[in-house]
């Protein structure tokens, strides 16, 4: 396997409707491990958006499903094809370990094949009107159809292919049309899936992808006229921010996480120690379901604390293109450097590190902080990166449950347990989007639901099948029946 990491800088040009569009104002793209330039990709200012936005709201798919099928499993097989090369580029433009970058990749497959699937499949449904007294013999039935203007899809830096997938393919299999505008930090991904799939056959008017930032193109991701929804999945400010700014359009929101393991005192601890630490520092711990807090009772939080050590000195940190790494850089040294501010405030707070060394750059050791007050910015507030805090609790499940719910956030959560009342109390009472039992919070499946309440998002769900329901007009029409 070829793991080279010196990959020649690209300048690269936007997609818009397939054509290549540059600018003189380019943004430079940085390997956050060395700071070398991975490439260059042009500034958009509001009239490139407005170019994409009309562009796509000119043209009409009329794909049939079958042909929508074909692309999309197309698209499947080139990513499974070119896996390597997808993860190269990961890689080097987010700092991701070699082995996160080739489990992204192969996550990018399900998305796109799933998509395939579920875009032959009618889910019209059909309702007899012969029900009550007030009732005709009519049959009413439902069908879903594309929506009038553009999606406009905003993706951040964590996963920059799979959540660019997330946004994309289902748009494809309900002949949608987007606009897609990937983070300025990773943004080489999202443009080299756009070349993919205007190989697999999609029509290019279908997709555009612009890049740029706020400074130089504004609101016009948000704003534009011909854009119908507006798909974001990043940070509560700005997703707050797109929702005061959007206007009289559709918004699906996919925020931040704060999620905590939950470790109850039946719990295996060799079990439940390895899941906090995986769940922890699985992609440099910059995943919005990641374990942010690990809430143990103190019954079996010694025990417990002593195996996290033993398992996060296991990993190992470093070059993210060595195949021996597990946990690369997080995105930026601004980033690793906040986090070890909120590790020393912490520790000022009452906290012990346990385990961890000094942050070189972007490379920021997995740490294992123990006795973590359960409202200390670190834990109160997103931390993303793999820092693996312990926060100890009474032996009491009410205290337990309203010290998860004592964060804004509420996506997802992981729970070790096996007792029953306990299941099904945390299933009944913890603020959030996603109860895993013995699993990280995170794990899910690229098709089933995924989404959180309170500042972790608006309810919306995302996952294959909620997302092409989210990118439908659902249409009603009858006729007389019997």
Not at 62 to 83: G, P, S
Not at 380 to 406: Q, Y
Request: hydrophobic share 40%; glycine share 6%.
């Amino acid at each position: 396997m070829d793991t080279n990491t010196t990959l020649s800088p690209r300048r690269e040009a936007m997609r818009i409707a397939g054509k290549l569009v540059d600018t003189d104002d380019r943004i430079e793209v940085l390997n956050p491990y060395d700071n070398s330039v991975v490439g260059t990709v042009p500034a958009a200012r509001a009239e490139h958006v407005r170019d994409a936005f009309a562009k796509a709201q000119a043209f009409k798919p009329k794909l049939t499903r079958y042909e929508r099928q074909t692309i999309l499993q197309r698209a499947a097989e080139l990513l499974r094809d070119r896996k390597e090369d997808f993860a190269r580029l990961i890689t080097a433009e987010a700092g991701l370990c070699w082995k996160d970058s080739l489990y992204e990749a192969s996550r990018a497959y399900d998305v796109w094949s799933f998509a395939a699937q579920l875009s032959i499949k009618d889910d019209g449904e059909i309702y007899s009107c012969d029900i009550s007294p007030n009732g005709k013999n009519r049959k009413i039935y439902t069908t879903r159809l594309p929506l009038l203007g553009v999606i406009s899809a905003i993706t951040p830096f964590n996963h920059p292919l799979n959540m660019v997938s997330h946004k994309i393919a289902p748009a494809i299999a309900t002949n949608n049309r987007v606009v897609l505008k990937p983070t300025e930090l990773t943004p080489l991904t999202a443009l080299a899936l756009a070349d993919l799939l205007y190989e697999a056959g999609l029509p290019p008017e279908m997709l555009s992808v612009v890049t740029g930032n706020p400074s130089t193109m504004g609101d016009a991701m948000i704003t534009d006229p011909d854009a119908d929804l507006v798909t974001f999945t990043g940070s509560v400010r700005v997703g707050k921010h797109i929702a005061s700014t959007a206007g009289y359009k559709r918004v699906v929101l996919e925020l931040g996480g704060n999620d905590p393991l939950i470790v109850m005192e039946d719990a295996d601890l060799d079990k439940a120690a390895e899941l906090a630490v995986t769940g922890a520092t699985k992609n440099s711990g910059q995943r919005c379901t990641a374990v942010k807090r690990i809430l143990v009772v103190e019954s079996v939080a010694d025990a417990f604390s002593k195996l996290v050590v033993e398992k996060a000195k296991r990993l190992k940190c470093g070059n993210p293109m060595d195949p021996e790494t597990d946990i690369g850089t997080v995105i930026n040294e601004r980033s690793a450097a906040l986090f070890e501010t909120r590790v020393k405030d912490a520790e000022r707070l009452g906290a012990e590190v346990l385990h961890g060394t000094p942050r070189q750059g972007a490379l920021f050791p997995p740490t294992v902080v123990d006795r973590v007050p359960y409202d200390c910015e670190l834990v109160h507030e997103e931390t993303f990166g793999p820092v693996i805090p312990i926060i100890r609790c009474p032996d009491d499940i009410a205290e337990v449950v309203r010290i998860s719910n004592s964060t804004a956030y509420g996506l997802s959560s992981g729970v070790c347990t096996n007792r029953f009342d306990y299941i099904s109390r945390f299933v009944a009472e913890l603020e959030v989007g996603t109860v895993n039992i013995w699993e990280v919070p995170g794990y899910r499946i690229e098709m089933s639901p995924f989404g959180g309440i309170k500042d972790s998002g608006l309810g919306y769900k995302e996952g294959v099948v909620e997302a092409m329901k989210s990118f439908t007009n659902v249409r009603t029409w009858s006729m007389p029946w019997g």
